[in-house]
């Protein structure tokens, strides 16, 4: 996507764990892994490029460096140029922004488009106190290379291309150096209920694959309870290079459904979700939202942008306005058939998932499942040079904070659950199954049967996952189990 970034009106947002785009320009065609991604431009050209653009629409801008190094090469000089951020000393810094050297592929895995085994994965311990990792099969995309090669949820490997994971954090970058390439896992079972290495092994060639973001949808009977349940994995409105919110009518269909079904409890599972364009989670929270019926203005969420941006909305007509969001009317709105909503969620959830929980919490009761999300409460756009076709590089730079009807942003941290629950990694149940941990609790929270704290007594021994060797992904760091 490339939108302007020279004029205020030109900055329309998304969000994503890792990104997020912002975004009322159409989306253009783009291709994976396209010829010519290198930039021939000088690196001096591409640094101010970069010093200019951040200069406009880095939320932090007042905090860039006075004479930045512009002989620094481009990724260098980008990070040079953040608004670190820091546990103890800056813990509001940014940790998101990220630069990308080629903005056609930047643009391409924002909207789903990747090239990809089709293997989603959780990395733990194998044991409290082991260095020694295996991943788990969180997910496979249906149709995908992983797919077809038998792979499913719950399966464990311990090796990627003969190198057995660990904790070490050089050997896991190792070992996910490449995933465009041909994949070989060497896969673990549990026997007697510890992890242990098998013969087995699949290789697993990845292909350029566009990801369906809706993975489940049921409808499930309990009592007098009709509870709806979506899974969605990222807030993409269709496929890459698609003008059509193909994806965004698929889950609009689906509460349909819902809401001629009868529907009186909603669970919304974004366990996976690191986020995505902030139009598709406007659209999913207007399904949802209780009370907005018939408002032609009922906000729900704000932006707040760098202090250059804010003194000039502030002298434009229209003022603060643009920076208000507001909820869309839809015909399978099934708010009023709710007087609450349930959302999984865990450590990767993020960013527009974040923003669909805050932005509901006015208008109604929102009972988090599962573990404390990511906390994202910022948003970035792509930015792509429409001058210079010799620089092909794209930044995807925080450029906003969101707030929402109540003023409410301060969830620097993720949002702690309001039952505590951890996936059984090892023991996973299929997604939508009335078995699994998280599922159930909400059901049970729903029924007076769980009120709330810890429910599950299962360590959390994970160290990571497949969204840590993603471009724009947060150096993934490995702590002792939380207990």
Not at 57 to 64: E, M, S, T
Not at 309 to 314: D, G, I, N, R, T
């Amino acid at each position: 996507m490339l939108c302007k970034t020279r004029s205020v009106r030109a900055l329309a947002i998304v969000a994503t764990a890792t990104t997020a785009l912002l975004s009322s320009c159409k989306k253009d065609p783009v291709e994976v892994n396209p010829t010519g991604t290198t930039s021939t431009a000088s690196t001096s050209y591409i640094n101010n490029w970069i010093l200019a653009n951040m200069r406009d629409a880095y939320y932090w801008n007042d905090k860039i460096p006075a004479n930045p190094n512009l002989a620094l090469a481009p990724a260098d000089f980008f990070k040079s140029l953040l608004n670190t951020y820091n546990a103890t000393t800056n813990p509001q810094g940014d940790r998101f922004s990220w630069i990308q050297e080629s903005a056609a592929e930047l643009t391409a895995s924002l909207n789903g488009e990747t090239k990809t085994t089709g293997m989603d994965f959780t990395l733990i311990l194998t044991a409290q106190g082991s260095t020694d990792v295996v991943g788990v099969v969180t997910y496979v995309l249906p149709g995908s290379p992983a797919d077809l090669a038998g792979i499913k949820r719950n399966d464990l490997f311990y090796s990627v291309n003969g190198i057995a994971l660990t904790t070490d954090q050089a050997t896991l970058n190792k070992a996910f150096a490449d995933e465009s390439v041909p994949q070989t896992y060497g896969f673990a079972a549990i026997q007697n209920g510890a992890v242990v290495r098998t013969t087995t092994t699949k290789t697993v060639t990845p292909v350029v694959f566009q990801e369906n973001p809706i993975l489940k949808d049921s409808v499930y009977t309990v009592g007098t309870r009709k509870i709806g349940y979506l899974l969605y994995n990222q807030f993409v409105p269709g496929p890459n290079g698609s003008t059509a919110a193909a994806y965004d009518n698929q889950f609009k269909a689906i509460f349909g459904k819902f809401k001629t079904q009868g529907v009186n409890e909603l669970i919304l599972d974004l366990r996976y979700n690191g986020g995505g364009y902030v139009s598709s989670s406007i659209e999913l929270a207007s399904l949802i939202a209780k009370g907005i019926s018939g408002q032609s203005k009922a906000l729900y969420y704000r932006q707040e942008m760098n202090p250059t941006l804010m003194a000039q909305l502030q002298k434009d007509a229209g003022g603060l306005e643009s920076l208000n969001k507001y909820f869309t009317p839809q015909a399978n709105n099934i708010g009023n058939q709710l007087n609450r909503v349930y959302i999984i969620t865990t450590h990767r959830t993020a960013s527009a998932s974040e923003l669909v929980i805050n932005g509901l919490r006015p208008y109604m009761t929102v009972n988090t499942i599962g573990s404390t999300s990511y906390g994202k409460n910022v948003g970035s756009i792509t930015i792509s040079d429409k001058t210079n076709t010799q620089n092909k590089w794209g930044l995807q730079p925080i450029v906003f904070r969101s707030f929402n009807k109540n003023n409410e942003s301060d969830y620097w941290t993720g949002f702690t659950p309001t039952v505590a629950v951890n996936e059984p990694y090892g023991a996973l149940v299929p997604l939508g199954d009335l078995r699994d941990p998280l599922l159930a609790t909400a059901i049970n929270h729903m029924n007076g049967l769980t009120t709330g704290g810890r429910q599950a007594a299962t360590p959390d021994l994970t160290v990571g996952s497949s969204d840590d060797f993603k471009p724009g992904a947060n150096n993934m760091f490995i702590t002792d189990p939380i207990r």
